[in-house]
Structures are given as C-alpha cells and as structure tokens.
C-alpha cells in the first residue's frame, strides 16, 4: 500500500512489524561510451544507493536488507559502484548492512545501469509518515542539485543520510521526504494533502523550489512551529513556507 507523496511502499507483516520497502535506478549516468552524464561508476553507486537508503530512513524505520542489480560487467563497473554503496552505507552507519549483488556477465554494455532496493523494519510508533499536522512550518535542508552539478560524493550542500537521523531524534519534528525529480514544490503540497491543508510557500525562500532534487540531494521536513533546531552547517537549512 503506497503512501501519499512517499516514494516508499509499506506493509503490515504477521509479527506487528511494518516492511518498508524503497528503490531507485539510474540509467545514462556513467563513465560509458553512450552515457549522457559523465560521472565515476563510484559515485553512481553511492548516489543511487542513499536515495532508497534515505526514503527508508526517513519513514523511522531501520533498514535491514540492501540489493544491487549492476546492468553491466562486474570489473570494473561492479567493483566501482559497489564501493560507492558500500562508502555510502558507512556514511549512514550500516557498515554491515546484508547486500545482495546481481552484475551483467554474458552482454558487453555501452550504457551504464543500477538499481538499488533497500527493505526496512519498523514498529507503528517508529514509523515517521502522515504525521504533519495544519500549521506545521516546512523546513528544506540542503540545496537541490541534478545532472552535472552532482559529482562530489562530499558536496557539503547536499544532505546526507546522518542528517535524517539527527532530524529523527528531535521532538516536534514531523514528516521528513527527501527530494527527488518532482522538486521541493511538489513534495510539500503532497505533504500538505495527507493532512487536508495546502502548502503555503515562504515568498522570500532562498532556494529554488521548482528545481529537480535529482538523487535526494535535498530534503524537506515539517514541525510544530518554533521547534528547536541544531546547527547542520555547512548544509544549509532554510523555511520554505507552511501547510
């Protein structure tokens, strides 16, 4: 069953626990002949990877299970990409998180491709979805980039999965949707529905709110007016409105 505006699918397994489950791909972006961005398979691999990471991480639950299906040969665009996940698993304090890998062995390939699913667990109390409420103010926290601008695996303008968890230990903090290809804009009315409010954008937000947030690179999150927040920088951290 799908969650309004969330990239994820969630269901009730037999033991009260709830699955999440969320994926994401990437085709055309790779250091091959016919690719149209041209980017190291590592920061294919990890970019493509904390995308499905960070929608699990932002519903609360705990991820429990990643798999990656390489559409080309294992060595060297498997071996590359599979550093990038494995860097970005690190970085999201799951070092030892189960990988399943599945790579191109018979077809010679001149366009790189990845798929990522990421399965997580979480609890009905944990689970961090639908819970806005009308009033609440709409925070965005890094700055949307896609296509050439996201080469950096360390670009400190673009969130990282740390931050959903700092986001998720703070009392008064509410939904938190990373940002993909539908942009800022489009998350936050989503986000305003699920509670029958609409979304009403600051007219002075120093960002752009129509942009694509390609691979997650930016997230918004909404909390009870005047929550407490801790200081993110150098990832900047502005209002952009309120439901």
Known sequence: ??????????????????????CDSCGG???KELDVVKVPNYIVGRYTARVALMEVLATGALPRMITATVCNEPRPAGEE????????????????????????????TGQTGLGITVL???????????????????????????????????DPEIVQGKHILSLL??????????????????????LARTVSGQFKPAPDAPVDINKSGGPATCLIFSCVPGTSLPDFSPTPIMKIGEI
């Open 81 to 108: 990409m599979l550093a990038g996940i494995r860097d970005e698993l690190q970085v999201c304090g799951l070092p030892d998180l189960p990988l399943a890998i599945s790579t191109e062995k018979n077809i010679t």
């Open 29 to 31: 972006i790779g250091p």
């Open 120 to 154: 997580g667990v979480a609890g009905e109390s944990k689970l961090r979805i639908t819970t806005s409420k009308p009033g609440d103010w709409i925070y965005c926290l890094g700055i949307p980039k896609v296509g050439d601008e996201v080469k950096d695996d360390d």
């Open 1 to 22: 069953m799908g969650y309004r505006g969330r990239d994820v699918e969630v269901t009730l397994l037999d033991n009260g626990q709830y699955l999440v489950v969320a």
């Open 169 to 190: 230990a703070i009392s008064g903090i509410h939904d938190i949707i990373p940002v993909g290809s539908q942009g800022i804009r489009r998350e936050a009315e989503l």
